[in-house]
């Protein structure tokens, strides 16, 4: 009974998120041409010279931030697990910032020096964590089966990916109706 009950906040709390940011990531890399519908997206980050994938280290540079740290992380599943980390861990320290703030000086020590080289550390501390994003998460996550959350994740990974692709090429889920009207 515990393992199904883990099951479905795992569902909820991980697969959830990885499928919407999975969608959103993998929709915009065909969007943009980052993609080919022609590969299967499992061969997207393979490092061969037949795939037309622009999902690589080497076109890391034109590629948006997002995009160019899921292919920095390793890209597929893991790569994009530690994009989603990253995100949502500086996003919780700005949140954290913010909550915190009780005058004015507080933003305004923002603009120091120090609080500038403290920005870039923390950064880049953030993506260490991001990218061992394995050990950060069983502290953060209500689970016992921790196995089981990346199981889902990777389902929800991989459903996401899947029905980017479909909704690329179809355009959208329920196609309009040939309309035509005539005057009488």
Not at 31 to 42: C, M, N, R
Not at 97 to 124: E, H, N
């Amino acid at each position: 009974m515990e393992l199904i009950q883990d099951a479905f906040v795992a569902l909820f709390f991980a697969g959830l998120p990885v499928y919407a940011f999975s969608f959103l990531m993998v929709y915009f890399s065909y969007q943009k041409g980052y993609l080919s519908t022609s590969i299967a997206f499992k061969n997207a980050f393979d490092k061969n010279d037949e795939n037309p994938s622009q999902l690589s280290k080497k076109n890391k540079k034109n590629l948006p931030f997002f995009h160019s740290k899921w292919v920095t992380f390793g890209g597929g599943f893991y790569g994009l697990i530690a994009v989603l980390t990253f995100l949502i861990i500086e996003l919780l320290q700005i949140v954290n910032f913010w909550l915190g703030v009780t005058r004015w000086q507080d933003v305004t020590d923002l603009f120091s020096i120090g609080a500038f080289i403290g920005m870039i550390v923390d950064s880049f501390m953030n993506m260490i964590t991001a990218a061992i994003w394995f050990t950060y998460w069983p502290n953060k996550l209500p689970a016992s089966h921790f196995l089981l959350w990346i199981l889902i994740g990777y389902g929800c990974y991989r459903l996401g990916a899947h029905s980017a692709k479909y909704f690329y090429i179809h355009k959208r889920f329920f196609p309009l109706k040939n309309t035509d009207t005539h005057k009488m």
